[in-house]
């Protein structure tokens, strides 16, 4: 039991995780490769399927949700036909129904912050993986109303770890020595991570705090004034409909290059960014699956960042700024092999 | 807007207010609404960020349509006088920066009357460039040309200053015939500090100027002031006075609207006049100067963009003298001069969209009403007006990631000319992304003048009427046909930039000076602007920046022009050669060295100009950056400039001798 603590305290700490990471993934991925190939056969030679009950619970019923889902079951399916059984809810189903909905369910998959809220509050037994949720938000879940000894929770996280972010600072502009970055209420939390993911990259951090609306312009003229590009963080205190355009136009009078978090940012005027569509969330959700239910039990990994990821560069921004900027494609690449360096 | 509650209470609250028929209100107030809930909404949500923040679909805020062309991709050649070559070369005018800039001519008829002319052509006055502040012509709307030293400009202000060589009136409009200054103040809403400078130097060199930045939520703003001030040339009475005072309030209530509205003050005397002139004795001139202006850009949509600009000069001149006994008119004195009192009113709305994929296009419509009172420059009491409507068009379509092609006319239509077109059309095409040739053609027209068209220069020496100037009126416009080949090549890897330009342009009607018969004054004689001359302009131009890596800095430019003209004088307004080269280089964190060396060859401009032999000029600036003094002053620089090291040369006339001369400056940072 200790043992178990221990490494589990080990594996809170991102450092270590990442070394775990390093050595076990490739090994992982044959492993859970090899097992899927002799469970597929085995289905298929006895065809006695241990069937269980998955129950997925997204936010919403859009396209972004329904695609996360989608895709994790085909991918799931592939490999581990008869394993499971999905089941799709959305979150107002869930909470109109009750807890009652679980009775059944071996696993619960939400897929968005609001479905892995509700969940989360409703102590289940069976193990959770909350997919396309922000790692912030994942953790300050387990803040306020840390799982209980007993639970088994895990997460694929929506955001890139903020090493890739800056790593593709540093392929689109490797000349970007200091890279400016607005924090929300949230951010000294941040600002430890940024830092440590910085200092490898020889990239140094320049961050102003916005803890009010009011504060914004001012902290962004500090910070353009300090840095060579800015990152954008998912933070909606900070990054939203109404601020975007004017931090654009700031950074653009300022000949200064955004990097978003998302696609929506690059076709607003960003200059890039990397990110995971729903699509990726889905197929990698589905390969976790597969991974945790090899067993013929449902062992979740430790929260993981996502696998696959695109990279989006605003040509015409690129272009404005007088930037030579490779291909999608090749930046994409790139993040990639330093991705699987790590 | 990413909580649905707070995009249904919006939309309800429009909704009561079409019912109640307040259309247009709500539209405006609306909009506001939406910035402030838009923040309230996100208050309750604050702890966790939403995975929707990754899949929101975001406004476009900088579309093709809106961003300004990268130098590869733009119809003509641009020279960039950013902050930290203004910096580096320590000149302390505007006009000495332009000697940076290849093909440009820059003397000075007085040291208090700078002039600067792309290729020629001029005498003490050039009136073939549009200048802009900050979008504002202030080219003077009596005569054409630029007076620099009466511009409510602090040099301190200026972030860049943008040179367009070439005919552009296709984007700039009216005047932008041999090219376009296109000055650009700092943007208060990127300043951080507020500055102060002292400049003490010889020749009585003076300068005191600060500014003040401060910001609001929305609000960004800077106010400047300075007094300026130099004794001119050794042995001319040409001392100046200046004094400026200047407000730029940005007001960004949203990322969708954007208003500017700046305004400012100069009053500046200066001492012309000789003891040795009968007519001409010293005495002062009085100027002051003014605008206001405003503009308001609003963002419609991802790739519509409206914008108004309305701005108003004004400019009142005064000069009056008594003459020396004159003994033909009984050793009476007499007392002359006056007054000129200038205005310019101009309104444009610009429109830009993307008509189609690969495209953006501009469009807009302006007019504009020029003025000018002078009893003694046009011989009436009256105010004469020069009205003017244009309209123009450009379009930039990016054919391929090789090819770009530029189009653009403007439709001018003048109270003096009628109706005048000035198209033009540009090629460019990228041999890689970093390297594109042009080629362009275009054509400009620049109207005549008040003073060309109407003016009357005479004054009374009792019985004596001398007419000085007579306007016969009914002038063509001048016109010129550009052709041009061009490079634009980035070195990314050297840090090098590399402009060159190949043209010829076609000058024809150029308005001249002629002397007719005036039986009526002293002399039986005066001057009149007729369209006489023609001439051609062919050369070849080269610019190029040099930034091996952060602490160097080097900029050159190399022009050779030659004009051919049916007026011989004409031809001897541009030196052929002209060179500069500036090279910084910082020394840790603290010192700063600068060079630069300017050459120009013999050159005679019009008027009260002379052939003056060759000019070889070496500026030197050291300077000291120093941190933090207590936690008053957060910072600033001590510099010493050395000027015109390689002694002393002849300018725009044998009489104006430009010595070695220096200054210390001190700058700091609140």
Redesign the interface.
């Known amino acids: 039991m200790v043992a178990v603590l221990l490494i589990g305290g080990l594996a809170q700490d991102s450092a270590f995780r990442h070394r775990l990471a390093r050595r076990w993934q490739p090994g992982l991925r044959c492993l859970t490769a090899l097992i899927a190939l002799t469970f597929a056969v085995a289905v298929q030679a006895q065809s006695v399927p241990a069937t269980d009950n998955i129950m997925v619970v997204m936010?919403e019923s859009t396209d972004?949700y329904q695609q996360v889902a989608e895709r994790m079951r085909v991918r799931f399916e592939l490999n581990a036909p008869e394993r499971a059984q999905f089941t799709l809810l959305t979150a107002q189903a869930v909470s109109a129904k009750g807890a009652e909905v679980f009775s059944s369910s071996q696993l619960v998959v939400t897929v968005?912050?609001?479905a892995a809220?509700l969940v989360h509050g409703y102590d289940l037994r069976a193990p959770v993986l909350h997919t396309?949720?922000?790692k912030?938000?994942y953790e300050?879940?387990l803040q306020a109303k840390p799982a209980t000894s007993t639970q088994s929770i895990s997460a694929l996280y929506?955001?890139q770890p903020v090493s890739r972010q800056l790593e593709l600072i540093r392929c689109v502009l490797p000349q970007a020595l200091h890279v400016g970055a607005l924090l929300?209420?949230d951010g000294v939390v941040l600002q430890k991570s940024l830092d440590l993911a910085a200092k490898p990259l020889g990239q140094q951090m320049e961050t102003e705090s916005v803890r009010s609306?009011?504060e914004?312009?001012?902290a962004l003229?500090?910070v353009?004034?300090r840095s060579d590009a800015l990152l954008a963080l998912?933070?909606?205190?900070v990054?939203?409909?109404?601020?975007?355009?004017?931090?654009?136009?700031?950074a653009?009078?300022?000949k200064e290059p955004v990097f978003g978090?998302?696609a929506?940012?690059v076709?607003?005027?960003a200059l890039a960014a990397v990110?995971s569509t729903?699509e990726q969330i889905g197929n990698q959700a589905g390969e976790l699956l597969l991974q945790a239910g090899a067993n013929g039990k449902w062992v979740l990994p430790a929260p993981q960042s996502p696998r696959y990821f695109n990279v989006a560069v605003?040509r015409?921004?690129s272009?404005?700024?007088?930037l030579?900027v490779e291909e999608d494609i090749v930046l994409q690449e790139k993040l990639k092999r330093s991705a699987r360096s790590e | 807007?990413?909580t649905p509650g707070i995009t249904i209470k919006i939309v309800r609250k429009r909704h009561v207010a079409n019912k109640y028929n307040l259309l247009i209100y709500i539209t405006i107030l609306s909009y506001f609404l939406?910035?402030q809930t838009?923040?309230a909404e996100?208050e309750p949500?604050?702890?966790?960020?939403?995975?929707k923040?990754?899949?929101?679909?975001?406004?476009?805020?900088?579309?093709?349509s809106r961003?300004?062309?990268?130098?590869q991709?733009a119809p003509g050649a641009v020279t960039v006088i950013d902050h930290d070559t203004i910096a580096a070369s320590g000149f302390t005018t505007v006009p000495d920066l332009l000697r940076l800039v290849p093909g440009m001519y820059v003397g000075y008829f007085k040291g208090h009357s700078p002039l600067a002319a792309l290729h020629g052509l001029s005498g003490e006055f050039s009136s073939r460039m549009q200048v802009l502040v900050d979008g504002r012509s202030v080219y003077n709307s009596l005569i054409g040309s630029v007076e620099w030293n009466d511009i409510p400009l602090l040099l301190e202000d200026i972030e860049r200053i943008e040179v367009v060589r070439g005919p552009n009136s296709a984007v700039f409009g009216a005047n932008a015939f041999m090219g376009v200054i296109n000055i650009v103040t700092h943007?208060p809403?990127?300043l951080?500090t507020s500055t102060a400078r002292l400049n003490l130097g010889q020749d009585g060199q003076r300068l005191l100027s600060g500014q003040y930045v401060g910001?609001t939520?929305?609000w960004?703003y800077r106010l400047s002031a300075g007094y300026r001030a130099d004794d001119g040339f050794d042995n001319i009475n040409d001392g100046q006075q200046q004094k400026i005072i200047n407000l730029r309030a940005d007001y960004?209530p949203?990322?969708?609207d954007?208003w500017e509205f700046s305004a400012g003050y100069n009053d500046s005397r200066r001492d012309r006049g000789d003891v040795t002139s009968l007519y001409d004795q010293p005495h002062p001139e009085n100027i002051h100067s003014s605008y206001v202006q405003a503009y308001w850009q609003r963002?419609l949509a991802a790739d519509r963009e409206f914008s108004v600009r309305l701005y108003h000069n004004a400019y009142d001149l005064e000069g009056r003298v008594t003459t020396l006994p004159i003994p033909q008119l009984g050793n009476q004195t007499f007392n002359i001069g006056g007054t000129l009192d200038l205005q310019r009113t101009d309104l444009e709305g610009q429109f830009i969209f993307t008509p189609a994929q690969d495209w953006r296009t501009v469009v807009g419509v302006g007019v504009r009403r020029d003025s000018a009172r002078s009893p003694i420059y046009l011989g009436r009491a009256e105010r004469e007006v020069n009205d003017k409507a244009r309209l123009f068009a450009h379009g930039e379509w990016h054919a391929n990631s090789r090819l770009n092609v530029n189009l653009g006319a403007m439709l001018e239509d003048t109270a003096y000319t009628g109706r005048e077109l000035s198209p033009r059309i540009a090629l460019n095409y990228r041999l890689t992304?970093?390297h594109a040739l042009r080629a362009g053609l275009s054509r400009a027209s620049r109207t005549p003048t008040i003073y060309e068209e109407k003016g009357d220069y005479h004054f009374n020496l009792g019985p004596a009427l001398i007419q000085q100037n007579k306007a016969t009126g009914g002038l063509m416009s001048e016109h010129i046909t550009s052709t041009e080949l061009g490079y634009v090549g980035?070195f990314?890897q050297q840090g090098l930039t590399l402009d060159l330009r190949l043209y010829r342009d076609e000058l024809k009607h150029l308005v001249a000076a002629q002397s007719i018969p005036f039986p009526a004054a002293v002399g039986g004689f005066t001057i009149t602007a007729i369209n006489r001359d023609q001439a051609t302009i062919r050369g070849y131009e080269s610019n190029l920046r040099y930034r091996p890596d952060s602490f160097t800095d080097i900029t050159a430019a190399y022009a050779n022009t030659r004009i051919s003209s049916s007026d011989s004088d004409l031809e001897r307004t541009m030196p052929v050669n002209t060179f500069s080269l500036l090279g910084s280089r910082k020394f840790g964190d603290q010192w700063q060295g600068s060079l630069g060396y300017y050459q120009i060859s013999k050159v005679d401009p019009l008027s009260d100009g002379d052939l003056v032999p060759l000019q070889r000029r070496l500026d030197a600036r050291m300077a000291y950056r120093f941190g933090a003094i207590q936690s008053i002053v957060k910072g600033g620089h001590a510099a010493l400039v050395l000027q015109n090291l390689l002694g002393d040369y002849q300018d725009f006339n044998r009489n104006n001798l430009v010595k070695t001369r220096a200054y210390l400056s001190l700058d700091m940072e609140w």
């Open positions: 936010s972004a968005g912050v609001q809220q396309l949720i922000p912030a938000s300050k879940m929506i955001d929300g209420s609306p009011e914004l312009p001012q003229r500090r353009l004034a998912p933070d909606a205190q990054y939203n409909q109404s601020t975007l355009p004017n931090i654009l136009l700031n653009y009078r300022n978090f998302s929506g940012q076709k607003a005027g990110f729903p605003n015409d921004v272009r404005s700024l007088g030579t | 807007m990413a939406d910035v838009a923040w996100h949500t604050v702890a966790y960020v939403s995975e923040d990754f899949f929101a679909d975001m406004p476009t805020v900088l579309s093709a961003l300004p062309q990268p130098q991709d943007d809403v990127k951080n910001h939520s929305a960004s960004h949203s990322g969708r954007e963002i992304p970093d980035n990314s």
